[in-house]
């Protein structure tokens, strides 16, 4: 039975990933910002194999030394949080770029004090694959600071595969848009952000056009593909290194094409897309090599977090 960590853990994509741990019979150490947060808890709490199996950490980012509690023992440790905003009053941190390096590189200590940990699985984004000495438009300084932190954290848990002695292996999984599906109470940015042609959230749609004008694409992927890659990456003999982690590489008019195909009672309430022609021709084929599988396809994977939307009350 192993023994697993896995930060942010009531997150989107965090709390499905402890959901399909706890159902393989993991026992799973879950890190919280705060333990008082009882819609996260309870959450947590409520998933089959939760009460026998699941611990709950407080930890955070902004101090990364609380980690290490709950990677003590661990085989493997999942690095899935990202904190999206910053509060430079309360931190020595002058950023949220420089927190999690920072933290990153307190981690990976952690981990090789345990003594235990076999692997760091990292949730990494494809933005950070992106050409980024390129001008590209629809940002802002939020999505700028998710973009570096995504970047630099990655980088500095790659270098540590390339380091005298390593104590264990690290993956990155540089995942797309990730949609679908959820079991989070509320809808949280990701499939928001896929549907909102449909929603006419011109915030959301903001994100989809900078995706598009980055990456020359809107890579997607469903959240149980994501967990599954992740558990992937966990039950190979031996893995390290950067992998892409997305279906198919759309652009917005095919995610508008579809909309309007398959849902013709619903209006197309923004149509406009951004980018001229494709500046990262990205595909999986290295994690799908492996042996890897997605189950659900593009067009699925849009379906889904249509059907999900309307579900939240989002449409």
Request: proline share 3%.
């Amino acid at each position: 039975m192993s023994r697993v960590c896995v930060t942010g853990a009531a997150g989107y994509i965090a709390a499905w990933l402890v959901r399909k741990l706890l159902q393989r019979g993991c026992v799973v150490h879950a890190t919280l910002r705060s333990l008082r947060d009882e819609k996260k808890t309870g959450l947590l709490r409520s998933l089959p194999g939760a009460a026998e199996r699941l611990v709950l950490f407080e930890a955070d980012i902004y101090d990364a030394a609380t980690f290490e509690p709950a990677i003590q023992g661990c085989d493997f440790v999942f690095l899935v949080a990202t904190p999206l905003l910053h509060d430079a009053s309360s931190t020595k941190y002058k950023n949220i770029t420089e927190a999690i390096v920072d933290a990153t590189r307190i981690i990976l200590q952690q981990c090789e004090r345990s003594k235990t940990v076999k692997r760091v699985i990292h949730t990494a984004s494809v933005t950070a694959a992106s050409p980024l000495n390129l001008s590209y438009g629809y940002s802002n300084v939020h999505l700028d600071a998710y973009v570096s932190s995504k970047r630099l954290s990655e980088e500095e848990l790659l270098r540590y595969n390339e380091s005298e002695g390593r104590a264990f292996e690290v993956v990155t999984l540089a995942c797309g848009l990730v949609g679908g599906d959820t079991i989070q109470p509320i809808l949280w940015s990701s499939i928001p952000v896929v549907v909102a042609p449909l929603t006419g959230n011109e915030i959301h749609h903001n994100s989809l056009k900078f995706m598009q004008a980055l990456c020359g694409s809107v890579p997607l992927v469903h959240i149980d593909d994501v967990c599954e890659a992740h558990l992937f990456c966990m039950d190979q003999p031996s893995m390290a290194g950067r992998f892409l982690c997305a279906v198919g590489y759309p652009n917005m008019e095919d995610y508008v094409a579809r909309f309007a195909a398959k849902y013709p009672e619903h209006k197309i309430l923004l149509k406009k897309v951004a980018g001229e022609g494709v500046r990262v021709k990205g595909d999986s084929t290295k994690l799908v090599d492996l042996g890897f599988r997605f189950k659900y396809g593009v067009e699925e994977t849009l379906d889904c977090s249509v059907e999900c939307a309307k579900r939240m009350g989002e449409l």
